[in-house]
């Protein structure tokens, strides 16, 4: 019987350059896809999958996101008092008990790695999931809870992986694993960040990650790895060589690159289109839009 997994990790230091001008202000997680922010998606996903304690790994600048999870007193009075109970709802979901959310400050941009580690006197013992916000992924069954189902299973680590384009897997973590039969794959290496035709396979490492105590140690023996970072993916590939196991699962889902522009908007126009209340006006601007530009032609 594996230890339940209760506590999640939210790296959210980055600085969101690739979200300028925007995010001079606003922390990239608070940008909003439809009509709730980033971070929001990754929350209600961990509470799915029954975490109960959320540690966000922040920097200078992100009191914004720390704002959006306290309660708002005279908000709820007034939505309360003018009868919006639906709304109140919808913002009451918002709430973080105190006692189950904890802020930590990545004082230097190190790499995903140091951020994770921040947290390991708050992680202690036990195992650990960590959620990167800018993969929202779609999916029937959230896929965090895909993942921990699975791991009460295998036990050990477990990373999020899909198939990627030949052209694109460079950008990525990648596993070497024993057989693709299955969704749940045991995992022979991990290669960051792979130079052009030296990938071991075409599955990448995404966003998702159920990890155990060893692996934060591990970055007591690692140097910086690519992009002169501390790479998570070293410290999980540790496992591997330590004689541990290390999993990948293919989950069911699409997921969308929300760290990009192209990926923000293309998960925007997905989950407007996923909202019975938006569907049919966007399709028909979709159509019309798609029928001006094919008579322009």
Do not use: W
Request: glycine share 8%; with cysteine.
């Amino acid at each position: 019987m594996h230890k339940r997994v209760t506590k999640a990790i939210f790296p959210v230091a980055g600085l969101g350059t690739r979200f300028l001008p925007a995010t001079k202000s606003v922390p990239k997680e608070i940008m909003t896809l439809v009509d709730r922010p980033l971070i929001q998606y990754a929350i209600d996903e961990a509470r799915a999958a029954g975490i109960e304690d959320f540690i966000f790994v922040t920097s200078r600048g992100k009191s914004a996101l720390e704002d959006y999870f306290d309660h708002a007193p005279d908000l709820e009075a007034s939505l309360k008092a003018s009868g919006k109970h639906e709304l109140l709802e919808i913002l009451q979901n918002t709430n973080m008990d105190s006692g189950t959310i904890a802020y930590l400050r990545q004082h230097k941009p190190l790499g995903l790695g140091h951020a994770v580690s921040c947290a390991r006197k708050l992680i202690g013992n036990e195992p650990f999931a960590v959620i990167l916000p800018d993969d929202v992924i779609a999916a029937e069954k959230p896929c965090l809870q895909q993942m921990v189902e699975a791991y009460e299973e295998t036990g050990g680590a477990m990373v999020a992986t899909m198939e990627v384009a030949p052209d694109k897997i460079s950008s990525y973590g990648v596993l070497d694993v024993e057989s693709q039969d299955s969704a749940v794959m045991k995992v022979n290496a991990m290669v960051e960040k792979p130079a052009k035709g030296k990938a071991p396979s075409n599955l990448a490492v995404i966003g998702r990650y159920i990890l155990n105590p060893n692996v934060l140690c591990n970055f007591d023996h690692l140097g910086r790895g690519a992009g002169g970072e501390y790479q998570l993916t070293d410290a999980i590939a540790h496992e591997i060589t330590a004689g541990r196991n290390v999993y990948g699962y293919r989950f069911e889902g699409q997921r969308f690159d929300c760290g990009s522009k192209a990926g923000f908007l293309q998960a925007t126009v997905a989950f407007a289109l996923a909202r019975d209340d938006l569907r049919d006006e966007l399709s028909d601007y979709l159509a019309q839009l798609h029928a001006t530009r094919h008579a322009a032609q």
